[in-house]
């Protein structure tokens, strides 16, 4: 079993649709990271984080210590927004880690007009 | 100011060459990750640099691939005799500060390896 597991693999939105996808972890986390990644380009971040919730845009992304899963949403999504999106997390409580990063497989996401 | 860098963007190698993979982290960033991404996967950790200490190099998958950062700023990541099994993208990112797990990494546009 991975250390990092992402829902779904695949998926396929309508214009304006809400999307949830989800992260579940099984190591000690000093951060979570959603990433975003167009075809044939970088890596861009969008949110780490190690509680509660940010919000950024149409974006939103979740986190509960206990039961070690995450959530990135995406509000009224966009054709735009079409990209793989990976979860990673960076193993270690506190200062303890150097930041060397777990990923998920990665769901890709596909929105259409 | 710039991004990270990372040059060739492609390389094509017959199996058996040698190939070497640049990155340039952003100035002044202490942390410098490498990573592995095969395709259809998710990235995987190679290497971890702290200015000029490798760290940790418990993601190389065979004494092939080695890594350097001199002078704790420009990396190279060296492939000897590469395998099909080599063709993959290798991504390189860097972090500010030490200890940094709580710590944006920014990523360079990777470089996408074909081994023929």
């Known amino acids: 079993k991975n250390e990092v597991e992402q829902s779904p693999q695949n998926l396929t939105a309508q214009e304006g649709e809400f999307i949830t996808i989800n992260c579940s972890y099984s190591v000690g986390i000093s951060a979570l990271h959603w990433l975003q990644q167009h075809p044939g380009g970088g890596i861009v971040s969008l949110f780490m984080?190690?509680?509660g919730k940010k919000k950024h845009g149409r974006l939103i992304a979740t986190i509960n210590i206990q039961e070690k899963h995450s959530s990135l949403h995406i509000t009224a999504s966009h054709p735009r927004d079409s990209a793989v999106y990976i979860c990673a997390a960076s193993p270690g409580a506190g200062g303890t880690s150097y930041g060397k990063l777990t990923f998920g497989q990665g769901t890709i996401l596909t929105v259409h007009p | 100011g710039a991004g990270v860098s990372q040059s060739p963007r492609y390389k094509v190698a017959k199996r058996g060459q040698d190939v070497a993979l640049r990155c340039d982290p952003i100035?002044?960033?202490?942390?410098l990750f490498w990573y592995q991404q095969a395709l259809g996967q998710g990235p995987e950790f190679l290497t971890y640099f702290q200015n000029e200490a490798q760290l940790d190099k418990s993601g190389l998958p065979s004494d092939r691939f080695f890594a350097e950062r001199p002078e704790g700023s420009v990396s190279t990541l060296k492939i000897q005799r590469t395998q099909q099994e080599d063709s993959a993208v290798y991504l390189c990112?860097?972090?500010?500060?030490?200890?940094?797990?709580?710590?944006?990494?920014?990523f360079g546009p990777g470089t996408r390896l074909t081994v023929t």
């Open positions: 990112a860097s972090s500010s500060l030490r200890g940094g797990g709580r710590h944006e990494q920014y």
């Open positions: 984080l190690s509680s």
């Open positions: 100035s002044g960033h202490v942390s």
